[in-house]
């Protein structure tokens, strides 16, 4: 019993992993833009298509792979950015929500319509030896996913806290009048927080493709968490998701272990989070409360 537990616990930390690598990247883009960004989670679907691709077609390895789709689709983010949401910036709150809800259900749309809504499994080799320990067993590519996700929440702290971008970030998502006044590059910055999210998105989908099926929908599932996430933690707040991560990917993986007929309870669980802190804490567990 206490090394099922043990096992549950480490495998939820593993997927908060992945969870937290999405929501990191969405929290940095709406906290910097105010952008709702619904079309992320379609982000994470191109890149965990791309990593299986570049893995099944040519052989790249999936460090690669995820590498690549970073790229990728940081660059897809500036064209999306540069082609229509810059202009929607200044527009009404609900047309930007319509923009990028329209996107996603476009690109999920030509994704069905291109690859079928056939899930695919990738079949890469463990990048990692297993952990064993106890009667644990914990396969290597989810400790990859753990690392990775880890490794880009904290990439993306520190250009966040600790560069010359990273402040003006926080000055423009303050006030961006105030920024412009002050010298600041305002639409850059936007375009650079976009980009960042984006790239994050597709460092996530080469996760995705790693542990998960590769289908056009599997970033429908993981948005819907990391909006639980975001605020559970608090908009903008990347150790907020965090958090928020691995508190929404342990109530999962428990339910899932220990409840009967609790694998199908994920999104029950993800909304049932999001009402209970929109309700008790709109700020989030680790956002700023705003005086009325």
Do not use: C
Not at 106 to 125: E, G
Not at 167 to 190: E, K
């Amino acid at each position: 019993m206490t090394a099922s537990i043990i096992q549950a616990v480490l495998l939820s930390l593993s997927v908060a992993g992945l969870y937290a690598a999405v929501a990191a990247g969405l929290t940095l883009t709406v906290g910097v833009t105010r952008i709702i960004n619904f079309a992320h989670g379609e982000f994470v679907m191109l890149g965990a298509f791309l990593t299986y691709w570049l893995y099944t077609g040519f052989g790249l390895s999936p460090w690669l792979g995820m590498l690549a789709s970073g790229v990728a689709l940081g660059l897809f983010s500036i064209l999306v950015y540069r082609g229509f949401l810059a202009r929607v910036l200044k527009q009404d709150e609900h047309n930007q929500l319509l923009a990028t809800l329209g996107l996603s259900i476009l690109i999920l749309n030509i994704a069905i319509i291109l690859w079928s809504p056939d899930a695919r499994v990738m079949q890469a080799p463990a990048l990692l030896p297993s952990l064993q320990f106890a009667g644990v067993t914990i396969p290597g590519n989810n400790i990859v996913v753990a690392l990775v996700g880890l490794l880009l929440f904290l990439i993306m702290l520190g250009i966040k806290n600790h560069t010359r971008y990273g402040t003006q970030m926080r000055f423009a998502s303050d006030d961006p009048a105030l920024a412009m006044h002050a010298g600041i590059n305002v639409d850059r910055v936007f375009e650079l927080s976009f980009a960042i999210g984006g790239a994050a998105a597709g460092i996530s989908g080469g996760l995705v493709a790693l542990v998960l099926y590769v289908q056009p929908t599997v970033g429908v599932d993981l948005v819907i968490r990391a909006f639980a996430i975001i605020a559970l933690g608090g908009l903008g707040n990347i150790p907020g998701a965090l958090m928020g991560a691995a508190i929404l990917a342990l109530i999962e993986g428990l339910i899932s272990t220990f409840v009967s007929g609790g694998g199908s309870w994920g999104f029950g669980v993800s909304f049932l989070v999001l009402l209970l802190v929109l309700l008790v804490r709109p700020s989030g567990l680790f956002g700023k409360q705003v005086q009325a």
